[in-house]
């Protein structure tokens, strides 16, 4: 069955990096937009970064722009996070989705998208 796993999370000190992995197995993620959202300790799922099918379009949420970049790799089935620059705010879980239709992994909160992995966990702190 579809499949989404992530992987790469961990405890950094603000201004450090990360790089988070989203593998996918069991559909054609070839075929499909996929985004990273994250979801903080009472707060709402927020957006952040999506990445086209064929990897030529990204789009960012304003408050990572700048310090995240989204690329992939289909020959791994394989969608990366790059993270610079981290700040307190930015702990969170992290989420990959996938969906077929480019618009909705824009959407601010991802709701809808056909495939959710389980999230990894990023905390920022000194």
């Known amino acids: 069955q579809p499949q989404l796993v992530e992987s790469g999370g961990g405890l950094v000190q603000p201004g450090g990096s990360l790089k988070l992995s989203c593998v996918a197995s069991g559909f054609a993620s070839e075929l499909y937009a996929i985004g990273w959202f994250r979801q903080a300790p009472g707060k709402e799922r927020e957006g952040g970064s999506c990445?086209?099918?064929?990897?030529?379009?990204?789009n960012y949420a304003d408050s990572v722009k700048g310090r995240f970049t989204i690329s992939r790799d289909n020959a791994k089935n394989t969608v990366y996070l790059q993270m610079n620059s981290l700040k307190p705010e930015d702990t969170a879980i992290y989420y990959c989705?996938?969906?077929?239709?480019?618009?909705?992994?824009?959407?601010?909160?991802?709701?809808?998208?056909?495939?959710w992995g389980k999230g990894t966990l990023v905390t920022v702190s000194s």
């Open positions: 990445i086209s099918s064929s990897g030529v379009s990204t």
């Open positions: 989705a996938a969906d077929v239709i480019w618009a909705m992994c824009t959407l601010p909160t991802g709701n809808g998208m056909d495939y």
